[in-house]
């Protein structure tokens, strides 16, 4: 299968190319810039149409990742979705799939969110997300079959977003401390990018898959349980708080969030829970410095 796979320089984006060339598939990167020798693109439909030409699929990961603290302007999320269906149209693609977010629910919605609970984001990026999966839904876009995939909170390599997983991987690959502040919350799961990365190949060759399905982790964690997870499989040492909140048992995500449909339509559920993930993250970040030594 040639797949073109959009946004392939975002944090996603290294492990969908690396899974879907391991398994035998065309893959193609896409970005702005062409670094790490991603074909150029400014996104616009006269620019895309020629590149997305001949391929059996799209993989749309290109989109702004908000950062703490920051207002972001997420039209070029919105822009950049529409554009890739319109071009895939023009250019006669068949399967499109869409990594969107658990973010487009109603936080206030009944517990665990299944794909038919509210949808009303309350952040600009679930909202810019949410447009593009109902663009998708255009009778102008009927022939594509569209598979929009909810991931939650991801966990890889060169995270570089300043939130707190981020936070911690850079701290511990620097032997520094992880401090803790908050005891029990907000508690989230997280899902290894790699196996979000093996979602997005199953839905792209399930040929019944269409539609929104809920992809998420094993675990809910809290902020002082990732810090004891990433001080016992990456480094550093875990400063402030109560060790009990460090070792309390973690709760199972589908009290949050439901994967029935994912598991029962593309088979998928996780390979990994959170500190089998960090052990990957781990080996990466080692191969990283041992190609980079000076970085």
């Not at 693109?41 to 702004?64: E, H, Q, R």
């Amino acid at each position: 299968m040639k797949v073109i796979v959009a946004g392939a320089a975002g944090l996603l984006g290294r492990y969908v190319l690396d899974r879907l060339r391991a398994t035998g598939h065309h893959a193609l990167g896409l970005s702005r810039t062409g670094a790490g020798g991603h074909a150029v693109t400014d996104y616009s439909v006269a620019s895309l149409v020629p590149l997305l030409a001949g391929a059996d699929a799209v993989v749309d990961l290109a989109a702004t990742r908000p950062r703490p603290g920051a207002q972001p302007d997420m039209t070029s999320t919105v822009v950049t979705g529409t554009h890739l269906l319109e071009a895939a149209g023009r250019a006669g693609v068949v399967t499109l799939v869409q990594a969107s977010s658990v973010s487009v629910y109603d936080p206030a919605a009944p517990r665990p969110l299944t794909e038919d609970s509210p949808t009303l984001p309350r952040t600009a990026y679930g909202l810019a997300k949410l447009t593009v999966e109902r663009w998708a839904g255009l009778d102008e876009h009927a022939a594509i079959r569209t598979v929009s995939l909810r991931v939650s909170h991801l966990l890889g390599g060169r995270d570089d977003t300043g939130y707190l997983v981020s936070t911690y991987l850079k701290l511990a690959a620097d032997g520094k401390d992880l401090p803790v502040h908050e005891p029990l919350g907000p508690a989230r799961d997280l899902l290894y990018a790699g196996d979000a990365a093996r979602a997005i190949e199953l839905a792209l060759t399930t040929p019944t898959a269409r539609g929104p399905f809920n992809v998420a982790g094993l675990h809910l964690l809290t902020p002082a349980q990732l810090a004891q997870a990433v001080s016992d499989t990456v480094g550093g040492r875990v400063v402030g708080g109560d060790p009990a909140w460090r070792h309390a048992p973690s709760r199972p995500t589908s009290d949050e969030v439901s994967t029935d449909r994912v598991r029962d339509v593309l088979g998928f559920t996780p390979a990994h829970d959170v500190r089998s993930a960090l052990v990957e993250i781990r080996e990466e970040l080692d191969r990283d410095r041992s190609l980079c030594p000076g970085a």
